[in-house]
């Protein structure tokens, strides 16, 4: 099992998390703010198996708006193992 952690702008939190959810990924928002202006962004996290992970990058790529110069970031993913996973 995976997790993908991606810090996403604001404005593409909702349409991505939507997405997730509609190509059943489970998905936890958290709002947080970082970078140099302090903007606002939302942290995904995402849990997948192993072998949905490149469905759920693919889904958030296709689900960000294009960025507003060329040199800004869309986002920021990060992909982790594992080790335990429980639910109570």
Partial sequence: ?????AIVRDRDADPVSKALTTHNFRVTHIASTGGFLRR???????????????????VV?????????????RATIFVVNVNQYLQY
């Fill in 1 to 5: 099992m995976k997790l993908i952690i």
């Fill in 40 to 58: 606002g962004n939302s942290t995904l996290l995402i849990g997948v198996d192993d072998e949905r992970v490149e469905a759920g990058l693919e």
């Fill in 61 to 73: 790529r296709n689900n960000l708006e294009p960025a507003d110069d060329v040199d800004q970031k």
